[in-house]
C-alpha cells in the first residue's frame, strides 16, 4: 500500500472516529412538577407553527405556558399561533444592535413565568416524549442543554445540505460538558439564564447559540448538546433554494470561526479525503488531471468506501439516503457556499427575512 493509499484509508477511519462521540439525549428520570416556560421566536413561520404547536399539545410533559414571540411578521404567524389557543406576544420595533432572535426571546422570557425555560426554534418537531426527556436530563446535568434536531427532507434540493449538517455536527465536541449549544432547542433555568445576562448578553450574535454556550462556561456553568434522532426533528429552508443558501451562509462562516482549532483540523483532513474520493472516480473515467494511480478499480473503491461511510453516518442525522451515492454533487455544493460564506464573512453584513445583520 503506496503512500497515498495510507494516508486515505486515515482519513477514512478519522471520519468514524468525529462520529463515535455522538450520542442521543440521555434517559433520566424526571423531578416532581417542573414549572417550564416554552418560548418561540417566529418570523413568517405560518407554515411552520401548524407542525409545531399541534406536537407540543401533545406532550407527556405539559408546559406552563407555550408564547410564540411574533417578530413583526408580515404573513399569518400569529393569527396561526392564537387559534392554536397559546401565547402570542410581539416585542417593540427591533432596536440597532440587536438581531431579530434575540431580541424577540429576550422579550420572551421577560413575558414567560416558568422556572425552566425551554427556547423551541417554530421549524422544530418535537417527539411527544421530547419536552419530558429534555427537562429530566436538564435536571440531571444542570447549566445549558440542548439538541441538534434530525433533519427532515421533503424536496430534492434539501438534500443538498447533508454536508452542512454533517460537518456542523463532526466539528465539535458533543454530550455532558461539552461546551457547544445548538439553538432549535435549549433548556435552561431562569436562574442561570438570568446569572449570564441572558439574550441581552448576546444581543447582536447570528449565531447566538454559541456565544450563549461560552457565557454559560465563563460562569461556571456545564454545557451539554445531544442529537435528537427520534426524539426532535426539524425541516430546515422548506421556502426553496435560495433561503437555503442564504440561510447556511448566514451561519456557517461565523460558526466555523469558533470552533476548536484541533476539531477544524480533524474535520478538514476528513473532508480533504472526501473531496479527493469525489475527483479521482470521475477523473479516472474521464482521463482528467490526477495524482496517484488512475486506475478505475482502486478509485472505485476509494468512492465506494466514502459513499457506504456517508449512508451510514448521516442515518442519524437527516432523511438524505441516495444523495449521498452521488456525493460529489453535495460536496460541490459545500463548497460553492462555504465561499459564499466567507464572502459574507468579510463584507460585514447578510440578509435574512428583510433584514440585515453583522457576520463579525
Known sequence: MDLVAISLLVRWLLGWALWLRHSRLPLCRLQGQPRMSVL?????????????????????????????????????TAGVAADAGVTVIQPPPLPQGWCGKTWALHHGVRASQGDILVFLDADTEPGPEFLERLVAAHQELGGLVSVQPFHRTEKPYELLSVMFNLV????????????????????????????????AAVAGKVVEDWFMGHLYEQAGLPVSAYIGDGLIAYRMYPGGLHDMVVGFAKNFATAAGEVRWFWMLAVLLWLSGLFWAAWC??????????????????NLILYGAFALQLLVL?????????????????????????????????RGTIEWKGRRFPTR
Not at 187 to 199: C, E, P, Q
Not at 331 to 340: C, D, I, T
Open 40 to 76: 418561540i421566536p417566529s418570523r413568517n413561520e405560518e407554515c411552520t407553527l401548524p407542525n409545531l404547536l399541534p406536537a407540543l399539545a401533545g406532550q407527556s410533559l405539559h408546559p406552563l405556558e407555550v408564547i410564540v414571540i411574533d417578530d413583526h411578521s408580515t404573513d399569518r
Open 168 to 199: 456542523g455536527l463532526m466539528a465539535v465536541p458533543m454530550g455532558a460538558g461539552c461546551g457547544v449549544a445548538f439553538g432549535p432547542a435549549m433548556a435552561t433555568t431562569r436562574v442561570d439564564y438570568d446569572r449570564v445576562g441572558g439574550h
Open 281 to 298: 472516480l470521475p477523473a479516472s473515467l474521464l482521463g482528467w488531471p490526477l495524482v496517484g494511480d488512475s486506475s478505475l478499480l482502486p
Open 314 to 346: 448521516t442515518r442519524r442525522v437527516g432523511d438524505f439516503g441516495w444523495i449521498c451515492l452521488v456525493f460529489p454533487i453535495p460536496v460541490l455544493f459545500f463548497l460553492v457556499v462555504f465561499v459564499l460564506a466567507i464572502l459574507n464573512l468579510e
